[in-house]
């Protein structure tokens, strides 16, 4: 086991250092500067080379990147070059925001995939398995934003119980805050819960197909009694990959939800910021998030060993 | 989970029919639940990301800091008349070379005295500042001094238009020297209001400043909720979570007519916060290509398109209404005007369709990738060989400045109605566009110079001609401002400081 967790703590380290450099040069790649999109369309060449130089835009690209990394190893994500807002603050304040829209997103997805998902497995011959099923096919086929306009339309403007949209920060009201989260939460889950279902479903599927399980069902256990005995535990371990999957993806991919529901979040942040060319701001909160997803990522290796120790042996 | 463009306008349109629906369905509206409690919030469809207006020309910024928070020295109404601002009184010596300011006793929203060394400071700043619809204001001044504690002596080398509209504009606006580090997320001035907070893409909350020097505004607070996705704003207002939308885009237009938008709420059309959408046709082509080209630029279909004659009007000059020397499009204004038939003959006589061309469509920008629908059909139809590239505007914005000939043909734009901007000494000091025209330059610095008010408009009206002959900028549409406003709230006046919205005229 200390072997597997060097070797992929080894990995985790190289990863990084590739996506390091991997979203230094993307953004760059992008073309155009911060400057030009400060100074807007009728800017003159001059002012935007000035104004470059101001932000240490003309500097070589290595120094650039080893005076961002440099920086980012003491802990200093930087500064935005309009604002002169700390980096570090700003994510902060979208956190948030984002953690728990993400968080209570997943969950709400997971307690719906998780019944529904082993139901629809279980009793796949039966019209209510078969109904569960067919749902979760038209819910993955729904695009998050329409799902979400319209329940901002039903909820927000026809019954007026939630606002359409907008965020009202933590210390300014709790509950204005909950309120905030509750339509882009439900948006997110639903999706979500559709699409967990189906992995929920396979992955039930198939241990109950299983010898190990045919055999406890000889025994005289029920299929459920099967499954939560000896079947769950090797169910879980490819949700716990989808699941982990998911995180990496929510965290910084909810831009669609945040757009609908006006929500100041972190994807929001970054799409604004990508726009803007702010480089320092968009390199070093995707640094964070890629050192999240791995992190994920690892953490879900790691747990493969426990959930199954063919797998550590096997390494 | 990236947001597809594409997908997601295909989406909004078929959301249309749904909310046309569910919009039937609601009861009559109420009073806003704010009106009681001496409240309003706005809506913004742009972030601006920085608030730092000497750096930065973005309108999302100059809708709500000028006038509202920092004002400049001097307003010019829509009368014709100019009222004070940061300076009580001002004379003009008879040749137009000497402006002396005196300055008011005021503070500033943070407590400080208005000072002499801040005005000096200001107009210094702005002299020097990056955004050149800021700094041109000052090409004729060769001096600004303190006279005594309250007055300023502007001096300058020649008489200049330009000097005196720019302080009643963004040019003139005046801040606080030792709070200048902050501006960017708190600006400071005089105006009837102060910023509380500024949260990017969240929102920017005002309240009224009780050092104001004049009458306190009658709604205290004030909160601009920025809201990105215009069916998302529409919604809120819908559901009076907002009391107006001052500033409606030209992609909303259709579904906020389908919703009833229009009858529910007051709307109000402004020259004001429009803009003229214009075609860049690259000035390194030939003049006769150029023509051929602008003549397959059929304003009508692009306004129909959007269902929204109420909020456009055709033009082939480069103005909004609200410019004294702004033509509709006739024949006499319309040099090129549409003609697919005499494109064709032109393309055929001279053999333009072996010539590449670049359509440059601006992928970020709704008002100008959605032209590229009916512009570059229009020019294949009449055997253009003209290819469409989507980019976005910092990408454009770096090849534009690479300082290579421009590799774009055909790019359609919207922006400022300043035609200043065209402006362009020498090829050296070409702007984005690369126009460059000796005749036009002199026009301008021509009616720069006029000393009285008829004289400014016949030589505008004279660059206005040069420039549309040119067939380099070609204008389309001059858009206007449309904003939609909760039916209690009034007292929405067209804006004085370039595009700022003023709150403080707004009561309920």
């Known amino acids: 086991m200390p072997i597997y967790i060097a070797r992929k703590l080894a990995f985790f380290i190289l990863a990084v250092i590739a996506a390091s450099i991997a979203i230094f040069l993307l953004i760059r790649g992008a073309g155009g500067n911060v400057a030009a999109v400060v100074l807007g369309k009728d800017a003159t060449a001059e002012a935007i080379n000035a104004l470059a130089q101001q932000y240490g835009l003309d500097r070589p690209m290595v120094v650039q990147y080893f005076d961002w990394i440099g920086k980012l190893l003491q802990g200093d994500l930087g500064r935005s070059f309009r604002t002169n807002e700390s980096v570090a603050d700003l994510v902060v304040s979208r956190l948030s925001i984002s953690i728990p829209l993400c968080v209570s997103g997943l969950v709400l997805g997971l307690l719906i995939a998780i019944p529904a998902g082993t139901y629809s497995a279980l009793y796949s011959d039966r019209p209510l398995g078969a109904l569960v099923a067919l749902l979760s096919q038209v819910g993955i086929a729904v695009p998050v934003f329409w799902a979400g306009i319209l329940l901002s339309l039903l909820f927000g403007v026809r019954l007026g119980w939630l606002p359409t949209g907008g965020w009202t920060n933590w210390d300014a009201s709790f509950w204005g805050a909950v309120r905030s989260l509750v339509l882009p939460v439900i948006s997110l889950g639903l999706i979500l819960g559709a699409s967990l279902t189906r992995y929920v479903r396979s992955a039930v599927l198939d241990v109950m197909n299983q010898d190990y399980v045919r055999t406890a069902r000889a025994t005289g256990m029920t299929q459920m009694q099967a499954l939560l005995q000896v079947g769950l535990r090797n169910a879980a371990l490819p949700i716990a990959t989808v699941v982990g999957l998911q995180i990496a993806e929510l965290i910084g991919g909810t831009v669609i939800i945040e757009t609908v529901f006006s929500l100041p979040g972190l994807s929001r942040m970054i799409l604004a910021n990508v726009a803007a060319r702010e480089v320092i701001v968009v390199q070093s909160t995707v640094m964070l998030i890629i050192i999240f997803v791995m992190l994920i990522n690892l953490i879900v290796d790691l747990l493969y060993g426990v959930l199954d120790p063919r797998v550590r042996l096997a390494r | ?508």
């Not at chain 2, 005046?174 to 580090?181: D, R, V």
């Not at chain 2, 997320?185 to 500024?198: A, M």
């Not at chain 2, 020097?213 to 809120?236: H, Q, Y």
């Not at chain 2, 229009?262 to 429009?274: A, E, L, N």
Request: charge should be negative.
């Open chain 2, 1 to 508: 989970m990236l947001t597809n463009s594409k997908s997601f306008r295909l989406g909004l349109a078929t959301l249309t029919a749904a909310a046309a629906i569910l919009a039937a369905m609601t009861g009559a509206m109420a009073a806003s639940p704010r009106a009681d409690e001496g409240k309003m919030i706005l809506v913004a469809r742009q972030d601006p990301g920085t608030l730092d207006y000497t750096k930065s020309n973005l309108t999302a910024l100059r809708l709500w800091i000028p006038a509202n928070v920092v004002e400049p020295l001097v307003y010019f109404n829509h009368d014709g008349s100019v009222s004070p601002g940061v300076a009580e009184s001002w004379t003009i010596s008879d040749d137009k070379l000497t402006y002396t300011f005196v300055i008011r006793e005021a503070k500033f929203s943070n407590g400080e005295p208005v000072t002499v060394e801040d005005v000096i400071y200001s107009l210094n700043t702005m002299r020097e500042s990056p955004v050149s619809q800021n700094s041109s204001a000052y090409q004729a001044v060769s001096s600004i001094e303190k006279v005594d504690d309250r007055t300023v002596r502007i001096t300058l080398s020649r008489p200049s238009q330009n000097f005196w509209r720019g302080m009643g504009s963004t040019a003139g606006l005046i801040q606080p020297e030792a709070a200048a580090g902050t501006i960017a997320t708190n600006p400071i001035g005089t105006g009837p209001y102060k910023l509380v907070s500024y949260t990017s893409n969240s929102a920017l909350e005002f309240t009224a400043n009780e050092n104001y020097w004049g009458e306190a505004p009658a709604i205290k607070d004030v909160t601009v909720r920025i809201i990105t996705d215009g069916t998302a704003g529409l919604n809120a207002l819908e559901a009076g979570e907002v009391d107006t939308i001052p500033v409606i885009t030209i992609d909303l237009w259709e579904q906020l007519i389908a919703r009833g938008l229009d009858k529910s709420f007051t709307m109000v059309t402004y020259p004001q916060i429009g803009e003229p959408t214009y075609a860049v046709i690259n000035q390194k082509l030939d003049p006769e290509l150029r023509q051929a080209l602008a003549t397959t630029l059929d304003r009508q279909a692009y306004n129909d398109a959007f269902g929204a004659s109420w909020g456009a009007e055709n033009t082939c000059t480069f103005a909004l209404p609200n410019q004294p020397w702004y033509e509709p499009a006739s024949p006499e204004s319309c040099p090129y005007p549409y003609d697919i038939e005499k494109a064709m003959a032109l393309v055929a006589e001279k053999g333009y369709a072996s010539i590449p061309l670049e359509y440059a469509s601006l992928s970020d920008v709704p008002d100008l990738s959605l032209p590229a629908d009916i512009m570059v059909p229009t020019m294949q139809a009449a055997g253009f060989n003209v290819t469409r590239n989507a980019i976005d505007l910092a990408r454009y914005s770096q090849l534009i400045f690479q300082g290579r000939p421009p590799q774009f043909d055909v790019t359609v734009m919207s922006g400022d109605a300043d035609p200043a901007q065209w402006a362009c000494p020498d090829e050296s000091q070409a702007s984005w566009s690369t126009y460059c025209s000796v005749d036009y330059t002199q026009a301008l610095a021509d009616a720069d110079e006029a000393l009285t008010d008829e004289d400014y408009l016949a030589l505008m009206k004279k660059a206005a001609d040069i420039l549309r002959k040119d067939a380099v900028i070609v204008p389309i549409i001059a858009k206007k401002g449309v904003g939609l406003f909760e039916p209690d709230l009034k007292g929405f006046l067209e804006p004085r400081v370039a595009v700022a919205i003023e709150f403080a005229p707004l009561h309920w």
